[in-house]
């Protein structure tokens, strides 16, 4: 897996939270608690800002003013939590490096690395069960750690999620579905049209969940695939959440590896068990 992209989400993600808390605690400024107890065991509540050594009085009626003292606190102390995070996933992120089969086989000395090259095939076919699409066979240039040779680095990080999660699949597994065809007569007709869904993930119980990723949405050809595939699959009982998941790069090519973490886990990994 990539670790270093994952650590590089999270900071991104955890900054952004600590942006949105800093501008809350400018709103709601922490302040000093204090609680006074007599001897008769009764509790009084005074606060005092932080600059100050006045204290001040805070009647036991006016809860709003407690909760506005203890709210600013909570948000101290958040923000103490996320700036302590972010410092050590970036000490973790320089120590960190990638241990996937592309990043690993760059890192070898250059004689390896062609004998690597003129094996690879062969090792692939032996450590794997390879695509069975036939299409655009030269598209499938991204290598993982397994062995598997996939057409993009996303469906990479998402092959690699699965193996981390011990989850059985295949990846562009042949899937015959049927079609309904009209003739020019009006009248219509049942072919069956075979398909390769980018992952197919097997369940203890027999059934299977498929998952297909997009990447190229900006492309409208790809598009009027994307949708062709759609109506197919719904046509034969194919449809999210059921038995479908769908994922795809944002606009830019963004890929939201946390949200391709969370759909194992919330999604799949319950079917597991």
Same mark, same amino acid.
């Given at each position: &897996?990539?670790?270093?992209?994952?650590?590089?989400?999270?900071?991104?993600?955890?900054?952004?939270?600590? +942006?949105?808390?800093? $501008?809350?605690?400018?709103?709601?400024?922490?302040?000093?608690?204090?609680?006074?107890?007599?001897?008769?065991?009764?509790?009084?509540?005074?606060?005092?800002?932080?600059? +100050?050594? $006045?204290? *001040?009085?805070?009647?036991?009626?006016?809860?709003?003013?407690?909760?506005?003292?203890?709210? !600013?606190? =909570?948000?101290?102390?958040?923000?103490?939590?996320?700036?302590?995070?972010? *410092?050590?996933?970036?000490? #973790?992120?320089?120590?960190?490096?990638?241990?996937?089969?592309? /990043?690993?086989?760059? @890192?070898?000395?250059?004689?390896?690395? $062609?004998?690597?090259?003129?094996?690879?095939?062969?090792?692939?076919?032996?450590?794997?069960?390879?695509?069975? @699409?036939?299409? @655009?066979?030269? !598209?499938?240039?991204?290598?993982?750690?397994?062995? %598997?040779?996939?057409?993009?680095?996303?469906?990479?990080?998402?092959? +690699? &999620?699965?193996?981390?999660?011990?989850? /059985? =699949?295949?990846?562009?597994? #042949?899937?015959?579905l049927s079609k309904i065809e009209m003739r020019d007569d009006g009248t219509a007709f049942m072919?069956?049209?075979?398909?390769?869904?980018?992952?197919?993930?097997? %369940?203890?119980?027999?059934?299977?969940?498929?998952?297909?990723? =997009?990447?190229?949405?900006?492309?409208?050809?790809?598009?009027?695939?994307?949708?062709?595939?759609?109506?197919?699959?719904?046509?034969?009982?194919?449809?999210?959440?059921?038995?479908?998941?769908?994922?795809?790069?944002?606009?830019?090519?963004?890929?939201?590896?946390?949200?391709? $973490?969370?759909?194992?886990?919330?999604?799949?990994?319950?079917?597991?068990?």
């Amino acid at each position: &897996m990539r670790i270093r992209e994952f650590i590089e989400d999270e900071i991104a993600l955890e900054k952004k939270l600590l +942006e949105d808390v800093e $501008k809350k605690c400018h709103k709601h400024p922490c302040k000093v608690l204090i609680i006074s107890r007599r001897k008769t065991g009764k509790e009084k509540y005074y606060y005092r800002e932080r600059s +100050e050594k $006045k204290k *001040r009085y805070i009647k036991m009626s006016d809860k709003g003013v407690l909760q506005e003292i203890t709210y !600013g606190r =909570f948000l101290e102390e958040q923000r103490a939590v996320l700036s302590g995070n972010i *410092r050590i996933l970036e000490a #973790a992120k320089d120590k960190i490096r990638n241990y996937d089969t592309e /990043t690993i086989s760059k @890192n070898l000395p250059k004689t390896y690395q $062609k004998a690597r090259e003129y094996i690879n095939g062969k090792l692939s076919e032996e450590g794997c069960i390879q695509s069975e @699409n036939g299409k @655009n066979p030269e !598209g499938l240039n991204v290598i993982c750690s397994n062995g %598997l040779r996939v057409r993009s680095k996303n469906e990479m990080v998402i092959c +690699e &999620m699965l193996l981390f999660y011990g989850i /059985t =699949f295949r990846y562009e597994m #042949a899937l015959v579905l049927s079609k309904i065809e009209m003739r020019d007569d009006g009248t219509a007709f049942m072919i069956n049209k075979t398909v390769y869904p980018d992952f197919t993930i097997f %369940l203890p119980d027999g059934s299977v969940i498929y998952w297909e990723h =997009f990447g190229m949405l900006d492309r409208e050809n790809y598009r009027e695939d994307f949708t062709g595939k759609m109506l197919l699959y719904y046509d034969n009982d194919i449809f999210p959440p059921k038995n479908l998941i769908i994922t795809m790069d944002g606009p830019g090519k963004g890929f939201d590896n946390q949200g391709i $973490k969370r759909i194992i886990e919330e999604r799949i990994l319950p079917l597991m068990q």
